[in-house]
């Protein structure tokens, strides 16, 4: 049961209809016209598409990735003109290696679509998204620096928030669990905390 009273039961995950707070009910609609959309506008490619939990995912072949991001931004029915997140994935057992992934959003139409881009661990390349949103400068060094993989036309890939001399990149399931001191712990200043 569900109150719109102040003074009745607070609601909670399953007394809330789903449909109550319209978060979900447009973005499978969205993303599916999304498919379809990318499907007619690129017909000598194959998609790989996987649905779970209301949501989409695309996956996209590397070497198009920045035309089919063009479209999706571009395209009236499509529209999505916000990139909320950009990541990477490491999976050691799989071939390709690596994951990026995107995930789009369109202001227009209240929609998400995720897209991903598989990338080889021998040629951990992955082209740059920066022409299509300008917020991914800062996405893809993150991810350069955490997965070391490599945007091809970036306009300042660098290391964003390890120092330029770390070696080696921490979120990929190679690198050894450990713990290292935080460098401004390093240089201590002494105190004394007894003194009043």
């Not at 990735?65 to 997140?85: A, W």
């Not at 598989?118 to 022409?131: H, K, L, M, Q």
Request: with cysteine; net charge negative.
């Amino acid at each position: 049961m569900v109150s719109d009273s102040i003074t009745g039961p607070n609601p909670t995950m399953s007394t809330v209809p789903r449909e109550s707070s319209r978060a979900y009910t447009q973005t499978p609609e969205q993303a599916e016209r999304s498919v379809e959309k990318l499907q007619a506008q690129f017909p000598d490619l194959f998609f790989e598409v996987r649905r779970f939990r209301d949501e989409v995912t695309v996956y996209v072949p590397r070497e198009h990735l920045v035309p089919v991001c063009q479209f999706l931004k571009s395209d009236e029915e499509t529209r999505y003109n916000f990139l909320s997140d950009l990541t990477g994935n490491d999976w050691p057992d799989r071939d390709p290696r690596f994951e990026v992934i995107y995930q789009l959003y369109s202001l227009k139409h209240f929609g998400y679509l995720r897209l991903k881009v598989r990338v080889p661990e021998d040629n951990c390349v992955c082209p740059s998204v920066t022409g299509v949103w300008r917020t991914a400068n800062w996405h893809e060094r993150e991810t350069f620096d955490m997965f070391g993989i490599h945007f091809e036309g970036h306009p300042d890939l660098r290391r964003i928030l390890l120092p330029e001399e770390w070696d080696g990149h921490p979120l990929r399931q190679t690198e050894e669990i450990g713990w290292e001191e935080p460098e401004f712990t390093v240089r201590k200043v002494q105190r004394d905390l007894a003194k009043g």
